[in-house]
């Protein structure tokens, strides 16, 4: 654009007159230019959620290339050039690392590391399998003289090869969470996905140098094949050294927690960079690091600083990779295309056919390996979902210009790209959904039995949980012993074996909403309460209500689209572009909160049976002993034993509770003092009694200077000094037994050093 | 191996334990080495803490019912034996079992399947399924956006379809009724051959509920 210059009439002649209104373009070009591009494409991503139907049935790349090209249209129909960004420099160095890290760092590892055979299977014999394939029938078709294509070599067919063999099956993932495939086939696409850019790049390397060659003799190639293996294994260690460096170096930064973020970019980055010099494979280094430090660094680091890498991360990936496919809607459109019918139909054809036999070959092998093997839809879903993605555009983009035909393989590689992410991305839905509902019937089904089904599945993945069935035990078991006895020593600065559960509050940030929880001392909770129910209930009439058949449908509905799934982490990495989820553990996990803190108001409930509204039974029975105390006063009560059991628990934090500060009970302990004054209103000789507990408890309470102590005078009648002792004796006898979900996790008072 | 001898001799009235569970040797010892390992301060029985140590078990909707299960009203703790036995209850069926009259029912009967399903649903042990309980167990299983009057409606419903003698609860005979002419369609299974791989084999709850010669 020219430059203008505006200059203001001055009345002043004679003197070199002073602009006071300057527009100086070229020196903001290209920073403008840059900025203007990534806000066009943020303004798409926002755009695509407005209507929210859009992003369930059509995948996001589909989205941003057909916005990519109407902007594309919109230049050419202007004669514009699009900003020539996309160099190899700029791919390679700037624009992919990002990508990487974004998956590298939201790869859950534990699913990972159990699957690891199978995923380096699918991705590295599977990629290498597509490439040779693809482009030996592409050779084949060369031979061909119809289709003119005959300068093509050998080399240069290889490398067009492991351009469009590098598939993107993220995208399909959303579909099968749907469809509920088990979740070993999450992880395998993920996995497969992320390891599969690092095969296809090593492989473009290599073939790209070998392109150069005139001619290739056999021990070029087992030299080759070696550099293959050299590479890979070396990425992987070098990733590995500098994650373990950047954990520790972390360990050290507890006084500066601002620069922790910057830390993990930094370290990461360099290992690619470095590896980058060394000509290994930079994306297994970069991804190995992301791995090994993500679970020392989260331990070190403050959780403010956890949630900006993370938000980071995710940012800077998807807005690397939405320029990518923007790109290319725009390129597609403005640059000069060489077109090849056959050719370029031909190396669809064998795209999509060689993904199909591959996955079929290679799950027939792996299967009698596997625990649960992968049946037909699994591959079906494996073999469809093979959507090519950004990686594969840019690396086509990106060819040296010595290859004779490189305009042919970019239109060949964006063909394969659009027809893969539109056609494929936009059917697979369906056509899952099809294969599955041929499966089960659901309309003989009754809600009983999808209840039960639900429960007893729930059950067994519990159970195994509980057998540790899923891990590799002796090795598995070898590492951690490892990992505890050392690692965890060099690299955490705090190290205190936390309890697993301590830790996974910590890492929902569940701290900071219990703390929220805390202090209101109304009647909010995070689930709905059941005392309406109760109550309404008592009203309702005892008749039968009569169930239309569309109720029972409705509720069919419901119950398959809110129904907890099992194992529910398959659902925190579905989808690449958004965060991991976590809201179905935080909604378990408060409400198990909510449940206890309920309890412990109970004496504020008027209702005759207080049991009735912890509407989530906290069954752990350390307080059925209290039963055996007392039985001749209480009425079994449905429930009865929730309140007790709970009762027990808050007792026996108390020890804790001075200790650690801790906000957690003190509030709903208030409302003890409304017991005591309920005391006198409620009927029946049980609730008395409970509130004669609630009150020792107040009084235990009162003995830390929380509450000022209270004993109701109403009920002390019943409550004899013997009653008092024995109680508490109790909690003293099961202080050292502490539920890990009562105790505050141990870096609250960590939190004044946080800004 | 000569380990396993060891191992197995270790731990106390083994023989009457595989004996009274049905689990092989090498189950056992795969048993007692998961139990070593959550009992972390070598105390020899676990509570209820050291179940609550499993992060997965804990991310379950009903885990903690699952560890409730494991303790049988009035005790803390849970002793391997304890440990085995209910664990046995999810070992596959033993279809050939010769039939004594006089013999208990082994753990793993399809009958005691269903009871320990029952189990979680019926926390206060009064042999029903009461409309609250079943709400309680609706509300744990499902996401937060189902409202309270749905649930109710879908706790209406399952009672109405099982509950034959019109009490408004489910006792465990209409529980099973309810539950015989199901295919639960879940599997699980693992075999891994060797040694300390070996893991328990749970599998197709479905068609040994459905097989009718146990009822």
């Known amino acids: 654009m020219p430059q203008v210059e505006d200059t203001d009439p001055d009345p002043d002649p004679g003197e070199t007159t002073q ?86 760092y939201f790869m859950p590892t534990r699913p990972f590391f159990e699957n690891f055979g199978t995923v380096l299977w699918f991705a590295v014999v599977g990629t290498l399998w597509n490439s040779i394939g693809i482009g030996i029938s592409l050779f084949a078709i060369c031979q061909i003289e119809v289709f003119g294509v005959q300068d093509i070599t050998l080399q240069e067919n290889f490398l067009f090869a492991s351009i469009i063999s590098a598939v993107e099956p993220v995208a399909v993932l959303t579909v099968f969470e749907d469809i509920s495939v088990h979740e070993q086939l999450y992880i395998v696409v993920f996995g497969e996905c992320l390891f599969n850019d690092a095969v296809t790049v090593v492989l473009y390397n290599l073939f790209n140098h070998v392109a150069a060659l005139e001619v290739v003799e056999a021990g070029d190639v087992f030299l080759d094949i070696g550099r293959f293996f050299v590479v890979g294994l070396g990425g992987t260690i070098f990733g590995a050294l500098f994650g373990f460096v950047t954990a520790f170096t972390t360990r050290f930064t507890g006084k500066v927690r601002e620069i922790e973020p910057l830390i993990i970019f930094l370290y990461s980055y360099l290992a690619y960079l470095i590896a980058e010099l060394f000509a290994i494979s930079s994306i297994m280094a970069i991804v190995i690091c992301a791995l090994t430090m993500k679970y020392y660094v989260e331990e070190n680091v403050s959780q403010r600083s956890c949630t900006t890498i993370r938000h980071v991360i995710k940012m800077v990936g998807s807005v690397s990779e939405t320029l990518i496919f923007f790109f290319l809607g725009v390129v597609t459109i403005t640059t000069e295309h060489e077109w090849n019918w056959g050719y370029i139909l031909f190396a669809l054809l064998f795209a999509l056919l060689w993904r199909g036999l591959g996955i079929l070959v290679l799950t027939q092998i792996i299967n009698p390996f596997r625990t649960i093997p992968f049946n037909f839809k699994d591959q079906f879903g494996l073999a469809y979902g093979g959507l090519r993605g950004a990686v594969s555009f840019a690396l086509a983009f990106t060819l040296p210009d010595n290859i004779g035909r490189k305009d042919l393989f970019i239109t060949g590689t964006i063909v394969v790209i659009i027809f893969t992410v539109f056609i494929q991305g936009i059917t697979i839905r369906p056509l899952l959904k099809l294969m599955n509902v041929r499966k089960t019937n659901r309309n003989q089904e009754t809600i009983n039995d999808e209840i039960h089904k639900r429960l007893m599945e729930h059950t067994v993945a519990g159970i195994e949980d509980l057998c540790g069935q899923w891990s590799h035990y002796y090795w598995k078991d070898k590492f951690m012993k490892f990992n505890n006895r050392i690692l965890r020593k060099i690299l955490i600065r705090d190290n205190h074996p936390e309890s697993s559960i301590v830790a996974l509050y910590k890492k929902l940030e569940l701290q900071n909403a219990m703390e929220v929880l805390d202090q209101m001392s109304g009647d909010i909770s995070a689930a709905p309460s059941l005392i309406s129910l109760h109550e309404e209930r008592k009203n309702a009439s005892k008749s039968r209500k009569k169930f239309l058949s569309s109720d029972v449908t409705n509720m069919h509905e419901l119950l398959s689209k809110n129904m907890y799934k099992i194992r529910h982490r398959t659902v925190s990495y579905t989808n690449k572009h958004t965060l991991p989820d976590d809201i179905t ?73 001075v200790s650690s500060k801790a906000v957690m009970p003190l509030r709903p302990l208030n409302t003890l003092k409304e017991v005591a004054s309920s005391v006198n209103t409620v009927d029946g000789q049980n609730e008395e009694q409970r509130g004669c507990r609630r009150s020792h408890l107040g009084s235990n309470v009162s003995r830390s200077g929380h509450l000022t102590s209270h004993l109701p005078h109403g009920s002390s009648r019943n409550c004899s000094d013997g009653d008092h002792d024995a109680w508490v004796e109790e909690p003293q006898n099961n202080s050292d037994v502490q539920h890990p979900l009562m105790r505050r996790p141990h870096w609250l008072p960590q939190k004044p050093h946080d800004k | 191996m000569g380990s396993t001898n060891s191992t197995l001799l270790k731990i106390p009235n083994v023989e009457v334990l595989m004996q009274e569970t049905g689990f092989s040797p090498a189950h056992i010892i795969r048993l007692h080495d998961r139990f070593k390992a959550l009992d972390k301060e070598g105390r020899g029985h676990l509570c209820p803490h050291d179940f609550g140590a499993i992060k997965e078990l804990a991310m379950n909707p009903i885990g903690d019912r699952i560890i409730g299960a494991f303790f049988s009203p009035g005790k ?129 709850w479905s068609s040994e509920l459905q097989d009718q010669h146990e009822l």
Request: charged share 25%; with cysteine.
């Open chain 1, 19 to 104: 602009a006071v209104f300057t527009l100086n373009y070229p020196r903001i070009q290209i920073p403008f230019e840059i900025t203007l591009w990534v806000l066009l494409a943020s303004f798409a991503k926002i755009g695509f959620h407005v209507y929210h139907k859009i992003t369930v049935w059509v995948p996001e790349s589909c989205l941003l290339i057909s916005i990519g090209l109407i902007v594309g249209g919109i230049m050419h129909s202007l004669h514009e050039k699009p900003p020539a960004v996309l160099t190899s420099n700029a791919f390679f160095l700037y624009m992919l690392p990002p990508i990487v890290l974004d998956s590298g």
């Open chain 1, 585 to 657: 553990a935080r909604e378990i996990l408060m409400r198990r909160h909510t449940s206890l803190r309920r309890s412990l108001r109970a004496g504020s409930f008027h209702g005759t049976n207080a049991a009735k509204m912890s509407q989530k039974y906290f069954s752990l029975p350390m307080g059925r002993s209290l039963n055996s105390r007392f039985p001749p006063r209480r009425l079994v009560h449905a429930g009865d034993g929730d309140i007790e059991s709970e009762i027990n628990y808050s007792s026996i934090r108390h020890p804790q509770r």
């Open chain 2, 76 to 204: 803390e703790t849970v002793d391997f034996h304890t440990f085995v036995k209910i664990l046995a209850h999810f070992r596959p069926v033993d279809k050939d079992r010769p039939k004594e009259p006089n013999s208990p029912e082994p753990i793993n009967s399809r009958s005691n399947k269903l009871k320990f399903a029952f189990q979680l649903y019926d926390q206060d042990k009064d042999g029903k399924i009461s409309r609250d309980e079943l709400l309680q167990v609706l509300r744990a299983m499902l996401g937060m956006q189902v409202t309270d009057e749905q649930l109710e409606s879908i706790a209406d419903r399952t009672i109405q379809e099982a509950d034959l003698d019109r009490d408004d609860t489910i006792s465990f005979e209409e529980f099973r009724k309810a539950c015989k002419h199901k295919r639960f369609t879940m599997f699980r299974f693992c075999i891994r051959p060797g040694e300390r791989k070996l893991m328990l084999t749970l599998c197709h």
